[in-house]
C-alpha cells in the first residue's frame, strides 16, 4: 500500500544524513511505529512521505514513495493555516452526519462542530480530536500520524489505542507513549544517530516493541561478547608471537659467523614469524565492531537537592478558574508539602493548562522555594530566536557559556544545535533544554506540564528516573500512565467542581 525505495534525506544546514538509503514496505493491517532519540528525523520523515515538498525545504531529498490509495496526514503541530479557522468552517465540507460513530467515540458533539470557537483557542486534546475527526472523514487507505496521542485525557488516549489496534487502514505512526507501543506496534522502524551523530541508521523488526527491544538488547550483548572475545584472543596471540619474536631476534644477534647454516635457519625462522604477525594483523581487520547504540542521556539533577515534608510548598484556593469569560472549573483547593510528587489529569479542556498558569503565578516569585515551569508550549517560557547557550547561560558570563556547552556536549547536542536557533530544534530537544536549565538554576520545585510529552520511548524511561529520584516537589499535569505510576505518589483528577484524588486503576496492564 506504501513503498519507499532508497529514500536518502540530509539536513541542508550541516548536511547530516537523517536517512540513507531506506527502503520499506507498509502493508495492509500493518501498525508501524517509528521510535528515536530526540532530533533524529521522524517527524521529517513523515512529512517527506506525506508530501515531499514541505521536507524539501529544510532537506535534499532523494528516492522514490510509491502508493496505493488515499493517504491522510495528522501533523504533530496544528497548522497555522487553521488556527484562526472557526470550527463551523472547519467542517463545512464534510458530511458529518455519516460519522456520528467516529464523533460520539471522540467526544465531540455537532453543536460543537459548528461553533465559532476558533481553532487556535482549543486544548491541546481538542485539536487533535477535531483534526482525527476531519481526517477520518475523508475516508483514507493510510494513516500517518504524528504524535497523535499528545495532549489527550487518558479516556481519548485510551480510545486512540483501541483505533490503531482496530482500524482497517494500514497506519504509519509516530509516539511517545511506551504503553500505546507496547499494546499497538506490529512493526518498529528505529531510527538512531550513532557515532556523535556522524551516522544514521535504521533498523525494522516486524515484531511488537517488547520484543523488538528484547531481541536488540540480545544481539548487542552477543556482539559485544564476540567482539571483546576477538580482542582478548588477540591480545594473548601477540603478546606469545611477541615472546617468539624476540627469542628469534636475540638469537640472530648472537649467532656468530662460523655457523652460516644456523643463521639460514634463523632468518628462515624470522620470515614465518614476521608472516604469522601479517595474519593476525589481517585478521584483526575482520574483527566483529563493538556494537554502536544511541544511548539517551539526560543531565541529572543534584542529589542534595530537598525539600522538608513539613514544608508548605502550596496552599492554594479557587472559586473559578476562567479563561476569559469561560468558567472551567470551580471550588479547586490544593495543598501541597515538601518533597511530594503529584500528578494531575482530567478530560480535555477541563482547564488543566490554565490552572498551572495560575500556579506559576503563586510560584515563581517566592524566595524560600527556587521554582521552574515546563508549560505545554515551551515558546511560553523559551525565546525561539535565542540558541540554546544564550538561553542557559542568560547572564553571558564565560564561566556559564563553558558549563552550559558542556552539559549540552554530554547530552549529545552537536556544535550547530548549540548554536542554531531553538526554534529550529525538535520539541524533544527543547524539552531538554528546559531540563537542562532546571538543573543548572538548581530549582527545587517543578511545575511541569505533559513532561514525558516529547521524549521518545528511549528516553521517557530516564526522564523518569530522574523525576522518581528528584528530592523536591513535583507538580505536573500528565496523561503518561508508566508516569503516573513509577513518578507521582498522589494523582488528582481536575473536573468541573474541583480536584479529586485517584487511584491508579488505569495504570495496570491488561492481561
Same mark, same amino acid.
Given at each position: 500500500?506504501?513503498?519507499?525505495?532508497?529514500?536518502?534525506?540530509?539536513?541542508?544546514?550541516d548536511?547530516?544524513?537523517?536517512?540513507?538509503?531506506?527502503?520499506?514496505?507498509?502493508?495492509?493491517?500493518?501498525?508501524?511505529?517509528? /521510535?528515536?532519540?530526540?532530533?533524529?528525523?521522524?517527524?521529517?520523515l513523515?512529512?517527506?512521505?506525506?508530501? @515531499?515538498?514541505?521536507?524539501?525545504?529544510?532537506? *535534499?531529498?532523494?528516492?522514490?514513495?510509491?502508493?496505493?490509495g488515499?493517504?491522510?496526514?495528522? =501533523?504533530?503541530?496544528?497548522?497555522?493555516? /487553521?488556527?484562526?479557522?472557526?470550527?463551523?468552517?472547519?467542517?463545512?465540507?464534510?458530511?458529518?452526519?455519516?460519522?456520528?460513530?467516529?464523533l460520539?467515540?471522540?467526544?465531540?458533539?455537532?453543536?460543537?462542530?459548528?461553533?465559532?470557537?476558533?481553532? +487556535?483557542?482549543?486544548?491541546?486534546?481538542?485539536?487533535?480530536?477535531?483534526?482525527?475527526?476531519?481526517?477520518?472523514?475523508?475516508?483514507?487507505?493510510?494513516?500517518?500520524?504524528?504524535?497523535?496521542?499528545?495532549?489527550?485525557?487518558?479516556?481519548?488516549?485510551?480510545?486512540m489505542?483501541?483505533?490503531?489496534?482496530?482500524?482497517?487502514?494500514?497506519?504509519? &505512526?509516530?509516539?511517545?507513549?511506551?504503553?500505546? /507501543?507496547?499494546?499497538?506496534?506490529?512493526?518498529?522502524?528505529?531510527?538512531?544517530?550513532?557515532?556523535?551523530?556522524?551516522?544514521?541508521?535504521?533498523?525494522?523488526?516486524?515484531?511488537?516493541?517488547?520484543e523488538?527491544?528484547?531481541?536488540?538488547?540480545?544481539?548487542?550483548?552477543?556482539?559485544? %561478547?564476540?567482539?571483546?572475545?576477538?580482542?582478548?584472543? &588477540?591480545?594473548?596471540?601477540?603478546?606469545?608471537?611477541?615472546?617468539?619474536?624476540?627469542?628469534?631476534?636475540?638469537? %640472530?644477534?648472537?649467532?656468530?659467523?662460523?655457523?652460516?647454516?644456523?643463521?639460514?635457519?634463523?632468518?628462515?625462522?624470522?620470515?614465518?614469524?614476521?608472516?604469522?604477525?601479517?595474519?593476525?594483523?589481517?585478521?584483526?581487520?575482520?574483527?566483529?565492531?563493538?556494537?554502536?547504540?544511541?544511548?539517551?542521556?539526560?543531565?541529572?539533577? *543534584?542529589?542534595? /537537592?530537598?525539600?522538608?515534608?513539613?514544608?508548605?510548598v502550596l496552599?492554594?484556593?479557587?472559586?473559578?478558574?476562567?479563561?476569559?469569560?469561560?468558567?472551567?472549573?470551580?471550588?479547586?483547593?490544593?495543598?501541597?508539602?515538601? +518533597?511530594?510528587?503529584i500528578?494531575?489529569?482530567?478530560?480535555?479542556?477541563?482547564?488543566?493548562?490554565?490552572?498551572?498558569?495560575?500556579?506559576?503565578?503563586?510560584?515563581?516569585?517566592?524566595r524560600?522555594?527556587?521554582a521552574? &515551569?515546563? =508549560?505545554?508550549?515551551?515558546? %511560553?517560557?523559551?525565546?525561539?530566536?535565542?540558541?540554546?547557550?544564550?538561553?542557559?547561560?542568560? @547572564?553571558?558570563?564565560?564561566e556559564?557559556?563553558?558549563?552550559?556547552?558542556?552539559?549540552?556536549?554530554?547530552?549529545?547536542?552537536?556544535?550547530?544545535?548549540?548554536?542554531?536557533?531553538?526554534?529550529?530544534l525538535?520539541?524533544?530537544? %527543547?524539552?531538554?533544554?528546559?531540563?537542562?536549565d532546571?538543573?543548572?538554576?538548581?530549582?527545587?520545585?517543578?511545575?511541569?506540564?505533559?513532561?514525558?510529552?516529547?521524549?521518545?520511548?528511549?528516553?521517557?524511561?530516564?526522564? @523518569?528516573?530522574?523525576?522518581?529520584?528528584?528530592?523536591?516537589?513535583?507538580?505536573?499535569?500528565?496523561?503518561?500512565?508508566?508516569?503516573?505510576?513509577?513518578?507521582?505518589?498522589?494523582?488528582?483528577?481536575?473536573?468541573?467542581? +474541583?480536584?479529586?484524588?485517584?487511584?491508579?486503576?488505569?495504570?495496570a496492564?491488561?492481561?
Open positions: 500500500m506504501l513503498e519507499l525505495n532508497n529514500v536518502t534525506i540530509s539536513l541542508k544546514k548536511g547530516r544524513n537523517l536517512v540513507d538509503k531506506f527502503s520499506f514496505t507498509l502493508k495492509k493491517r500493518d501498525r508501524a511505529v517509528i /521510535i528515536g532519540e530526540e532530533g533524529n528525523g521522524k517527524s521529517t513523515l512529512k517527506f512521505i506525506f508530501n @515531499r515538498d514541505s521536507a524539501e525545504e529544510y532537506c *535534499d531529498c532523494t528516492g522514490d514513495i510509491i502508493t496505493k488515499r493517504m491522510a496526514y495528522l =501533523p504533530q503541530m496544528m497548522d497555522e493555516s /487553521i488556527r484562526e479557522c472557526t470550527l463551523a468552517e472547519y467542517f463545512s465540507d464534510t458530511e458529518y452526519y455519516l460519522y456520528t460513530d467516529i460520539r467515540r471522540l467526544d465531540l458533539s455537532t453543536e460543537f462542530l459548528f461553533s465559532d470557537q476558533k481553532l +487556535g483557542t482549543l486544548s491541546g486534546g481538542e485539536k487533535v480530536k477535531v483534526q482525527m475527526a476531519r481526517m477520518l472523514m475523508e475516508d483514507p487507505d493510510i494513516l500517518l500520524l504524528d504524535e497523535p496521542t499528545n495532549d489527550l485525557d487518558i479516556a481519548t488516549l485510551e480510545w489505542e483501541r483505533f490503531i489496534a482496530e482500524s482497517p487502514q494500514a497506519i504509519l &505512526y509516530i509516539s511517545h507513549d511506551e504503553t500505546l /507501543i507496547e499494546r499497538t506496534a506490529n512493526v518498529i522502524i528505529h531510527m538512531e544517530q550513532i557515532i556523535r551523530k556522524s551516522k544514521c541508521r535504521i533498523s525494522v523488526a516486524r515484531c511488537s516493541y517488547k523488538y527491544l528484547e531481541h536488540r538488547r540480545e544481539t548487542f550483548d552477543h556482539q559485544e %561478547q564476540v567482539a571483546q572475545k576477538q580482542r582478548d584472543d &588477540y591480545d594473548r596471540q601477540m603478546e606469545k608471537w611477541r615472546r617468539i619474536y624476540n627469542r628469534v631476534d636475540h638469537e %640472530q644477534q648472537v649467532i656468530t659467523r662460523q655457523d652460516p647454516g644456523g643463521a639460514r635457519l634463523l632468518k628462515k625462522k624470522m620470515h614465518s614469524v614476521l608472516s604469522m604477525g601479517r595474519r593476525f594483523e589481517r585478521e584483526k581487520q575482520n574483527f566483529t565492531d563493538f556494537p554502536q547504540e544511541e544511548e539517551a542521556i539526560l543531565a541529572k539533577f *543534584d542529589s542534595d /537537592i530537598c525539600l522538608p515534608a513539613g514544608k508548605v496552599n492554594f484556593s479557587c472559586d473559578a478558574l476562567r479563561l476569559g469569560e469561560r468558567v472551567l472549573a470551580g471550588n479547586i483547593n490544593l495543598h501541597v508539602s515538601g +518533597g511530594e510528587h500528578g494531575i489529569t482530567g478530560k480535555n479542556g477541563v482547564g488543566k493548562s490554565t490552572l498551572f498558569s495560575v500556579l506559576w503565578e503563586e510560584l515563581r516569585d517566592r524560600d522555594i527556587a521552574a &515551569y515546563m =508549560p505545554q508550549y515551551y515558546a %511560553q517560557v523559551l525565546d525561539l530566536e535565542k540558541t540554546p547557550i544564550e538561553f542557559l547561560a542568560d @547572564r553571558y558570563t564565560k556559564e557559556m563553558t558549563r552550559a556547552r558542556t552539559y549540552m556536549g554530554g547530552m549529545r547536542f552537536t556544535h550547530e544545535e548549540m548554536t542554531g536557533k531553538i526554534g529550529s525538535s520539541g524533544g530537544q %527543547q524539552a531538554k533544554i528546559l531540563f537542562l532546571m538543573v543548572l538554576k538548581k530549582a527545587n520545585v517543578l511545575l511541569l506540564d505533559e513532561p514525558t510529552r516529547n521524549f521518545s520511548p528511549l528516553s521517557a524511561p530516564v526522564v @523518569r528516573k530522574a523525576l522518581r529520584e528528584f528530592g523536591g516537589t513535583i507538580i505536573s499535569i500528565s496523561h503518561d500512565r508508566k508516569y503516573l505510576s513509577e513518578v507521582c505518589g498522589r494523582v488528582l483528577e481536575l473536573k468541573g467542581d +474541583g480536584l479529586f484524588k485517584q487511584e491508579h486503576p488505569y495504570l496492564d491488561p492481561e
